[in-house]
C-alpha cells in the first residue's frame, strides 16, 4: 500500500475553512443540539452554510458546479460539523449518491443533477436495505420492469434515513429476480440496478420507524407500488449496478469514519474542561489523577490514528487507487472510527460520573448514536470478513 501522504498547504487552508463555517455556530450549539439530537428535526441553516462555503461541489468537478478538491475536503466538513456535537447522515448521504452519479452516470443525468447538488439544492437519500435481505443485498426483492420508456418499480426498503427530507433517493433495485439469476447460473450480482427516484413520486408511501441514534433525521420503511421511474434515470448500466454500488459505499464510509473523529472531539473537550474544574478531594481537581488522565490520553492517541487513516482513505479514494486498496483504507477507518467514539463517549461519561447521564452536557444522547456506527453504514464483523479476504487473502466465509 502506499505510504507517501500528506496534507497539501490547500488542503490545509480547506480544513481551516471547514472549522471556519463551522465555528460560527458554537455560539448556539446547545439549541441546535436541541433541535438535532431531541426534536429530530433538520439543521438546514448549517446545511446551508457548508453549500455556500463550496463543500457540496467540493468533491465535485468544475463542468458540473464543482470545484475538484476532492472527497477529503468533504471529510473535513463532517469531521468539524461532528466536533460541534452532532453530525448529520444526509450530508453523507447526498455525498455518496452524487459521487456515484459522477462515476457512472449518463452525461445528461449529470448536467441534470450534480450541479442542483453542488449548490445544496438537491438532497439525496439511498435505499437499499431490505427486511428480508439486510446485509446480503444481492438477496433484495424490489423490482424494476421496463415499461414504455418507464421503468415501472414495485417493493419495499427498511431503515431508510431522511426518506422525508430527501428530494430524491438513490434506490437499487433487481432488474433480474434472485432466482432468475440462480437458475440461470449467472453470478449472484448480476441483475441489480440502479435508478435516481423522486422521493415525491406517485406510488411512494413512507412508513415512520421508531428507531433512535440518528441525528436530526428520521428512518423510514418506504413502499413502492407500481413507481414509474423515467428510463433515463437508471444509473450506469442495467443489470450491471453492482459495481456501481459498492464503490459508491466507500465515499459513505470515510465520512462516517470522519464524524466519529469529530465526535471524539467533541467528548474530549468535554471530558478535559470537566475534569480541569471538577474538585472533589481537597482542592486537587480531578484532572490531575492519573485514573482520570490516562483513559482520556488513549482516546487522544486513537484519534489521532484514525484521523489519519480517514484522510488517507479520503486521499486514496481522491487519487483513484485501485479498488481494493481503497476499500482495505475505507473499511479500515470506519471500523477504527466507530470503536474510537464509543470509546470517547464511554470514557467521557466516566469523568463526569453521574454528570455524564445529565442532559446539561450532552453525552447520554451521543451514545446511542456511537453504537449505532459499530452497525452502521457496515457491520464490525462484514468490515472484518472484507480485510480477512481481500486484505490477507484468506478464503471467503461467508
Not at 465555528?23 to 448556539?28: I, R, S
Amino acid at each position: 500500500m502506499a505510504l507517501d501522504f500528506e496534507l497539501s498547504e490547500e488542503q490545509k487552508l480547506l480544513k481551516k475553512t471547514a472549522r471556519d463555517v463551522i465555528k460560527q455556530f458554537e455560539p448556539k450549539r446547545d439549541e441546535l443540539r436541541e433541535k438535532v439530537m431531541k426534536r429530530k428535526e433538520f439543521p438546514q441553516e448549517v446545511w446551508d452554510a457548508l453549500a455556500q462555503a463550496g463543500f457540496f461541489g467540493s468533491f465535485l468537478p468544475p463542468e458540473y458546479g464543482g470545484t475538484g478538491m476532492g472527497l477529503l475536503a468533504m471529510a473535513f466538513a463532517v469531521e468539524e460539523m461532528s466536533a460541534l456535537g452532532f453530525g448529520n447522515a444526509l450530508i453523507i448521504l447526498t455525498t455518496m449518491d452524487a459521487l456515484c452519479i459522477l462515476k457512472n452516470g449518463t452525461e445528461e443525468l449529470k448536467k441534470r443533477f450534480l450541479p442542483k447538488i453542488a449548490d445544496g439544492t438537491y438532497k439525496f437519500c439511498f435505499a437499499v436495505t431490505e427486511a428480508d435481505a439486510g446485509t446480503n443485498t444481492c438477496r433484495i426483492k424490489t423490482r424494476a420492469e421496463k415499461k414504455n420508456g418507464y421503468y415501472v418499480i414495485n417493493g419495499s426498503k427498511t431503515f431508510i434515513t431522511g426518506a422525508d427530507v430527501a428530494d430524491y433517493m438513490l434506490l437499487v433495485t433487481r432488474t433480474i429476480s434472485y432466482k432468475e439469476v440462480v437458475e440461470k447460473g449467472l453470478p449472484k450480482a448480476y441483475g441489480l440496478s440502479l435508478f435516481i427516484v423522486d422521493t415525491k413520486s406517485k406510488g411512494i408511501t413512507l412508513h415512520a420507524l421508531p428507531t433512535r441514534g440518528i441525528e436530526g433525521m428520521n428512518q423510514f420503511t418506504v413502499f413502492f407500488d407500481n413507481v414509474e421511474v423515467p428510463a433515463e434515470n437508471l444509473v450506469g448500466d442495467e443489470n450491471a449496478g453492482s459495481m456501481a454500488l459498492f464503490k459508491a459505499l466507500n465515499p459513505e464510509r470515510i465520512l462516517a469514519a470522519a464524524s466519529a473523529v469529530g465526535l471524539s472531539e467533541y467528548c474530549l473537550n468535554i471530558a478535559v474542561n470537566y475534569a480541569q474544574e471538577r474538585k472533589v478531594f481537597r482542592d486537587t481537581p480531578i484532572g490531575q489523577y492519573q485514573a482520570i488522565q490516562h483513559p482520556l490520553a488513549e482516546v487522544k492517541i486513537h484519534q489521532e490514528a484514525v484521523r489519519l487513516l480517514t484522510y488517507k482513505a479520503a486521499w486514496a479514494y481522491d487519487k483513484e487507487l485501485p479498488p481494493v486498496e481503497v476499500g482495505a483504507y475505507t473499511n479500515m477507518a470506519k471500523y477504527l472510527g466507530a470503536e474510537l467514539a464509543i470509546m470517547a463517549v464511554d470514557k467521557a461519561i466516566e469523568t463526569l460520573g453521574g454528570n455524564g447521564f445529565s442532559e446539561d452536557y450532552g453525552l447520554a444522547h451521543l451514545w446511542e448514536v456511537v453504537r449505532l456506527l459499530r452497525t452502521a453504514p457496515i457491520s464490525k464483523e462484514m468490515i472484518l470478513n472484507y480485510i480477512s479476504e481481500h486484505v490477507l487473502g484468506l478464503p471467503r466465509s461467508y
